[in-house]
């Protein structure tokens, strides 16, 4: 499988046993189900909804991992534990550096997987 920028094949393969077909079906899922996520996250920070915020962070943190998404996953990791902790301060600066990492990997499926399925 061609390698996906931002993507760690070996996780998310491992994930799926190693079936290539599916791992390519989750990523579609994943683009499709997230891609607004950096939308959603910014208007909840904005609204200060906490447990939208929280809902939001916390599944894409855990889809993020599954796929292999790593460094997502660490950043989505350190706002969903901002926001457990209440520590509302951080929050526009840990999403501020989550944005490249999230655009980069949404354009990286989107380039090279069929996403409209």
Avoid: C, W
């Avoid at 683009?31 to 447990?51: G, Q």
């Amino acid at each position: 499988m061609e390698s996906i920028e931002g993507i760690d094949n070996s996780v998310g393969l491992h994930n799926v046993l190693g079936d290539e077909l599916l791992f390519k079906e989750i990523l579609v899922m994943f683009y499709h189900d997230h891609n607004e996520d950096i939308i959603r996250l910014r208007e909840a920070i904005e609204n200060k909804d906490f447990a939208n915020l929280k809902h939001i962070v916390h599944t894409l943190k855990g889809v993020s991992s599954s796929v292999g998404a790593m460094e997502l996953y660490n950043k989505a990791r350190q706002l969903d534990s901002a926001v457990n902790d209440n520590k509302s301060e951080v929050f526009d600066a840990l999403f501020t550096e989550l944005i490249p990492t999230f655009e980069q990997v949404m354009s990286s499926i989107k380039s090279h997987i069929n996403t409209e399925q």
